[in-house]
Structures are given as C-alpha cells and as structure tokens.
C-alpha cells in the first residue's frame, strides 16, 4: 500500500522495486500521484501500469478543476496551476476515473479520511475514534497526511492509542479497529526523506511500514529545471 506520489517519479520507482522484492499480490495506491513534484505524467502512467486499486486526491482533483486552487498554500497552488497547464490528456483521462474512497474491500480505503476522504487529515487519537466510528469496517487505510502513523482502538470505544511508524514498525492488527496510514512515497514529512510505504498482509493482519533510499537529487533537479517554487526540491531533503 502507497500514497502520495506527488510527481516525485524516483521515488515512486525506488518504492515499486522495493514492492516487487516483497512479492505482493496487489499494489494499492491512496491517491496523490500529481501535484508539488515536476513529473506528474510519467507517475501517472506508471501507477496506471502498475496499481491495481488507485484512489483520487486533493491535489489530482484540483488538476482536473474539481477543487478551487484558492484553498491550497501559495506553493501548493503554484504546483497545481503548473501541472495543470502541462499533464497530458492521457493523465487527465484516468485521473477522472478515480474516486477518493473505496470500501469494497477488507480493508476501507481513504485519501485522507473516512469521514471526508478529500481533506481531513488524520493526525489525533480523537480525529481516529470519530473516523472509526465512521467506517463499514474494522481497518482503515488513509494518506493525505504524509505521515506513516497507525492508531488502535480496542474493546473500550473511549480509548484510542497511536504513534508514527517508522521504517521497521511491524504491528498485528488482527483485534480490535484500526487506522493506519503508509506515509508518503514522494513527499514525506515526518522527518525522514526516504519514500515510504506499508507491506499489509490480508491473511495475518500483520503490517510493516518501510522506507526506501532514492536519487532524491534527481527529484530536486527536475523540480530545479522548471518554474516550480525551488522550495519543494530542497525539502525533499530533510522529509518536511
């Protein structure tokens, strides 16, 4: 499970090498693939060849015009009109497709929350109860955070506990509800550049959170080469 590519086309190739390694049987994506990173088209294109769920997000639908760009920051807003001079009808077309949520599956699947999987961000224990409570099932999958996190609540539906997830974190959620988010393939911000993403494993409920080494040096140069804000290269760096 993925999220949050961002244009950021070495991570999300360092991520998919790593998934490969692991031998999944399906490759999920919570949305985010365009937006801040400067090759939007060549994510898209390699999550619709690769991803065999991929959800729609913020970023993406104010591509499409679905979202006013007037309630994004000033550098995020920069990006969106960036990319939306430039993506390719292609890219359009399979964005459109996505929706921001799916709960079809085992797991429910969220861009940012199952209470408004658009743009809540899920970052509290309480914020966690009150999207469990929300929620057909009993483990919830959000991004939109750029945070690898998990949150658990257990027979007492007053008691929420949770904590980031750094490379390594391996949890069972086999009881009780869960929230868990992968972090961000192509822009972390938890402090530790490396693209993330989170091994969930159906028959155990067993979940690991990993982190991959890129060429973040490649990302920054090609955001370096554009009109994109040369700030979304340098925090590439430090994972903020």
């Known amino acids: 499970m993925l999220s949050d590519v961002h244009g950021n086309l070495p991570a999300f190739q360092a991520v998919l090498n790593d998934i490969s390694k692991a031998g999944v049987d399906a490759r999920w994506c919570l949305g985010d693939l365009v937006g801040y990173g400067a090759q939007p088209d060549e994510c898209v294109a390699l999550a619709a060849e690769t991803c065999d769920l991929c959800l729609i997000g913020n970023h993406d639908l104010v591509v499409l015009g679905k979202i006013d760009v007037e309630s994004f920051s000033s550098n995020a807003a920069e990006a969106a009109l960036w990319t939306r001079e430039r993506i390719t009808s292609d890219s359009v077309a399979y964005l459109s497709a996505l929706q921001p949520e ?67 974190t391996e949890l069972d959620l086999s009881e009780g509800d869960w929230i868990v988010n992968p972090g961000s393939v192509g822009q972390p911000r938890d402090g530790d550049p490396r693209a993330a993403w989170m091994l969930l494993d159906l028959g155990t409920w067993h979940a690991t959170w990993r982190r991959v080494k890129y060429p973040i040096e490649e990302a920054a140069r090609a955001i370096e080469a554009t009109e994109l804000p040369v700030m979304l290269a340098e925090r590439l760096y430090v994972g903020q």
């Open 102 to 168: 799916d709960e079809e599956h085992e797991v429910g699947l969220y861009h940012a929350s199952p209470r408004d999987p658009i743009w809540e961000y899920v970052l509290s224990s309480t914020q966690a109860g009150a999207c469990m409570d929300q929620m057909k099932v009993r483990i919830g999958a959000v991004g939109h955070s750029h945070v690898a996190l998990w949150f658990r609540r257990d027979s007492d539906p007053g008691s929420v506990a949770g904590d980031t997830a750094p490379h390594g």
